[in-house]
Structures are given as structure tokens and as C-alpha cells.
């Protein structure tokens, strides 16, 4: 399988109390992420259409990722180790970077129905809508369960 890697350098939670921002933890390891032969970028809406009209012949898994968000950034590396599963195998994975390709992630609200969060994961058979989760629920046996009902 062909492979690309990205790394990612760090990431914090911050949280406000009393009007001054603090930092709930800091994730520093650096770590080489890779991207699999069955994983898009999508940047534009004229991708999203041609991956939507594959789900028809192969699940694809939606994953919408923030770039300058720690909660993201941690389902990213849940999405990361989904895909080093066998279940995996099972679906197209193409990821939208929510804040650079925002028109991308609003068609897939708008398309699907569904509310934009992020990050957020969305399992689709065909025109239809599996399964979704966001935030602190995407984890790597979520993903593994949800592609498992399939």
C-alpha cells in the first residue's frame, strides 16, 4: 500500500477560567502520520461529488478535521490508528481540513443533513448516512464498530 506521511508537532487544551486561558495538557510527540493508499484529501466540492458517487460501490468514511484544534487532532491519530486495521480495508477515507476547504465542509452538511461539528466522522453507504460521531467519540474502536455494522 502506498503511503505519505505528514507530521504532527503539538497540540494543547486550553480551557478559560476566570477569563485567563489555561492549559489542560500539551501533546509534544512529534509523530510521523501516515496516509493510505485508500485516503483522499478532499478540497473541493468537485472531489466530495466523485467520492460520494463511489460510496455506491465502497463505504467511505467523511472525516472533517480541524487543523488548529487539540480535540481534533487527537481524533485524527484515532483516525490514524483505525486505519492500520483490517476494517479499514472496508471503506474510502477522504478527510476535509474544515478551515481551509470550509465550502467543502458546508456541502457536506448541507448534503447529508447533517449538523457541521469537528471534528466528525461519517460512515455512508451510497447516498445514505451509517453512521456519525464527533469530538471525543471517534475512537479508533468506535470506527472499527461502526464499520464492523456494515
Not at 21 to 30: K, N, W, Y
Not at 50 to 69: G, N
Not at 75 to 89: K, N, P, R
Amino acid at each position: 500500500m502506498e503511503r505519505a506521511t505528514m507530521e504532527i508537532r503539538e497540540a494543547q487544551v486550553r480551557f478559560l477560567h476566570d477569563g485567563q486561558p489555561v492549559t489542560l495538557m500539551t501533546i509534544s510527540e512529534a509523530k510521523d502520520v501516515e496516509w493510505m493508499e485508500n485516503q483522499v484529501q478532499l478540497t473541493s466540492v468537485e472531489q466530495l461529488d466523485e467520492c460520494l458517487a463511489a460510496a455506491t460501490s465502497q463505504p467511505l468514511l467523511l472525516f472533517k478535521h480541524s487543523t488548529s484544534c487539540p480535540i481534533s487532532a487527537a481524533a485524527f491519530s484515532e483516525m490514524q490508528d483505525f486505519q492500520t486495521s483490517g476494517e479499514a480495508d472496508k471503506v474510502k477515507v477522504a478527510t476535509v481540513h474544515v478551515i481551509e476547504d470550509r465550502p467543502v465542509s458546508n456541502e457536506i452538511a448541507e448534503r447529508l443533513n447533517i449538523k457541521h461539528e469537528s471534528p466528525q466522522a461519517i460512515l455512508l453507504v451510497g447516498d445514505e448516512v451509517k453512521w456519525h460521531a464527533s469530538h471525543w467519540k471517534i475512537t479508533k474502536q468506535s470506527l472499527t464498530e461502526a464499520v464492523q455494522t456494515l
